[in-house]
């Protein structure tokens, strides 16, 4: 048996983390990471719910550590002379202390990361060899299915397509609330997450925490057994409409036919290979279109994969770029959400679902919040960091990309050819949000003006001399010299400002 202590991060609790080691554990909690910013209550509590599940699993093979602060010197004590191992830490600054402890005489080393279907110096290989100097996710993607034999036919891509977004894409059902499905198989808390909600309560009362959103029953996995649960129910269940309405909303159907595995998948509890290769047995029984599982799978070994990969490959630096030059502060009504603040019901829909569950799936997050954020001209490093700290599945590494380079388009073009934005017609016909608004997604100026429809368009106008030549944006910049109300929508936008939207308040 090693004597080496292997030390697991918090979100590195599945046994692909483990599994090749038999000594002695080491996990450690610190109230001080929750003190230091204004975290989703939700995720606080599913983070420490799944920390000390994973400790209890282990009993007195791990030392569970407990800290109000002074992580290192926690390491420091209870390693004491003894080597360390660690699994590649999943962000920046956990590899930086890491390196420090080692720096300061700790006998450490480093593993290769776990977690992702595409080992980093193989993505690293393909990045330096990329003729063009363009990382296309697509063909990431595409690279990632051949390594791993994921939905392939004799060398082909199964159903004779990679790529069946053209698929889905479809609207809501018309005058449909629902898509029928059954919900997520929901998890039961255990009398860990009863110690867990009081301590948070205390940690609240003494002034030593605060949080944004509300307490309520913990929804998401916070062990494997809960979340191959989950995973096996989405596959029976709700997988087969995934694809078709993978872009829609609708507002009496939080959670559609999403998976919901991104939060288990962040914490380690499940490992992306395991969980598409159960996606793809749906398929080869005729359960699942491939449609619906390709779209799937490519969420998974794809743009995840692709995400973390682009963290580090782009330095430490990519969570300060800001090539639109965006330095409005984030508004108070957004940061603390606050649904009753705006009239915009995308708006106030968006942000009451966050503050219930501390989730939304990627069209609310990308083309409601991140669209409203881009057009507004939000410092992204605000943004990114109101994303992670709002959002249960969101890390320092899943939001640096998605918010800087795809969400707001800060990183000039890295990820996105083009800016992520639109007016109220997208929200109109890929949610039923519009109907009973108060703002009207055809009007651009005026009271009851869609504040989506009028910022598309304030957006171009201050950076058409970036976008004119760029193939993608080059018919929607020329459009502005079409509108003749460009001035006065210029002058209302200016007005507006960050101020939430409504219509007749004073």
């Known amino acids: 048996m090693s004597s080496a202590v292997r030390w697991i991060f918090g979100d590195q609790l599945g046994p692909h983390f483990v599994d090749d080691h038999r000594g002695p554990l080491l996990m450690v909690e610190s109230r001080a990471v929750f003190a230091r910013r204004r975290y989703h209550r939700a995720k606080a509590h599913l983070i420490l719910s799944a920390m000390r599940h994973r400790a209890a699993e282990f009993g007195d093979r791990l030392t569970y550590v407990r800290t109000d602060g002074g992580y290192a010197q926690a390491v420091r004590e209870h390693v004491g002379q003894r080597s360390v191992e660690v699994v590649h830490p999943t962000t920046w600054a956990a590899r930086r202390f890491v390196d420090r402890l080692a720096d300061d005489g700790l ?16 993505f690293e290989r393909w990045a330096e060899g990329r003729k063009s100097g363009r990382l296309l996710m697509e063909d990431f993607y595409r690279r990632a299915r051949q390594a791993h034999g994921v939905l392939m036919d004799d060398g082909e891509p199964a159903g004779g397509r990679w790529n069946f977004d053209h698929d889905n894409r479809e609207s809501p059902p018309k005058g449909a609330t629902t ?14 997450d009863a110690e867990v909600r009081a301590d948070l309560d205390k940690w609240e009362r003494d002034g030593h925490v605060e949080f944004i959103g509300r307490d309520k029953p913990r929804l998401f996995p916070a062990t494997r057994r809960e979340a191959l649960a989950m995973l096996d129910h989405f596959i029976a269940e709700r ?8 872009d829609a909303v609708l507002e009496g159907d939080p959670w559609m036919a999403h998976s919901l595995v991104s939060a288990p998948l ?19 029984a005729g359960d699942a279109p491939i449609a619906a599982v390709e779209g799937f799978v490519r969420q998974v070994i794809g743009w995840r994969d692709y995400v973390w990969h682009l963290y580090w490959n782009q330095g430490d630096d990519y969570r300060r770029r800001n ?3 965006a330095r409005e502060q984030l508004p108070k009504w957004f940061a603390e959400l606050d649904a009753k603040a705006t009239d915009a019901r995308c708006l106030s829909h968006t942000l009451d679902q966050i503050a219930e569950h501390g989730w939304v799936h990627h069209i609310p997050r990308l083309m409601v919040l991140g669209s409203y954020a881009l057009q507004r001209g939000w410092a992204p490093e605000q943004v990114t960091d109101w994303f992670h700290r ?15 380079g795809m969400s707001q388009h800060a990183d000039g073009g890295v990820m996105a050819t083009k800016p992520y ?7 109109s016909s890929m949610t039923d949000h519009c109907k009973p608004c108060a703002f009207d997604p055809k009007k651009r100026t005026g009271e009851n003006a869609c504040p989506f429809s009028a910022g598309y368009w304030w957006f171009l106008d201050r950076h058409r001399a970036r976008f004119e030549p760029n193939h993608r944006m080059a018919r929607a910049v020329k459009g502005l010299d079409r509108l003749k109300d460009l001035n006065e929508l210029i002058e209302q936008e200016d007005a507006r400002g960050n101020r939430p939207p409504t219509v007749g308040r004073s």
Do not use: K, Q
Not at 390 to 404: K, R, S
Not at 421 to 427: F, L, M, N
């Open 390 to 404: 709002a959002f249960v599945d969101g890390y320092d590494w899943v939001m640096v990309p998605n918010v800087v």
């Open 421 to 427: 934005t639109s007016g109220g017609a997208y929200i």
């Open 107 to 122: 006998d450490l080393t480093v593993l290769d990361a776990r977690g992702f279907a595409t080992p980093r110096a193989d």
């Open 323 to 325: 090539e639109l030059d």
């Open 239 to 246: 997988l087969p409409l995934f694809g078709r309405f993978e």
């Open 266 to 284: 962040n914490l380690g509890l499940v490992e992306p290979l395991e969980v598409v290769r159960r996606a793809e047995d749906a398929y080869l």
């Open 179 to 192: 898509l029928g499905v059954p919900e997520p198989r929901w998890p039961s808390e255990s009398d860990i």
